[in-house]
């Protein structure tokens, strides 16, 4: 069994997700919210998957709607080098196009304020985003479930 840490990773937001190859299931962890001090981001994350037990990551790739790599690629593939230098695992990639569309509608609706709608979103859509990404590297995982073949 190889557990996995997702990462959706934002500007501002890294939404955080676990799975593994055996239940193939995907559950959001949470959001960490960026600093100032890469390298503070970058040892949170990596102690998480200690603290996780992960064996690799599965980091979402925001290709354009075209499936071009602009300029968020560049900065995500950045982030995942230095990554690779604070955590030795694997790293594996996963195309994030929708997983955001997708995860709000998976939220639903929000009930209360409009301030208590956009705390819910910043602190949920991004972890939820990172499950849908990690859902989809799990489910083409080769060597599926008897009942799937």
């Known amino acids: 069994m190889a557990r996995y840490l997702a990462l959706d990773i934002g500007d501002r937001r890294i939404g955080l997700a676990l799975g593994d190859s055996t239940s193939r299931l995907a559950v959001p962890l949470r959001t960490h919210h960026r600093g100032k001090d890469r390298g503070a981001d970058l040892t949170a994350i990596a ?31 950045a982030f995942a080098r230095a990554l690779s230098i604070a955590s030795p695992l694997p790293v594996h990639w996963q195309d994030e196009r929708y997983t955001t569309f997708e995860a709000g509608q998976r939220l639903g609706p929000v009930g209360g304020s409009r301030r208590k709608q956009q705390r819910r979103r910043e602190e949920e859509l991004d972890a939820m985003a990172a499950a849908v990404l990690l859902q989809a590297f799990l489910d083409e995982l080769p060597g599926g479930d008897e009942r799937d073949r």
């Open 47 to 77: 102690a998480t998957a200690e603290a996780e037990d992960v064996d690799a990551y599965v980091i979402g790739l925001p290709l354009l709607e075209s499936g071009v790599e602009g300029a968020q690629v560049r900065a995500v593939r």
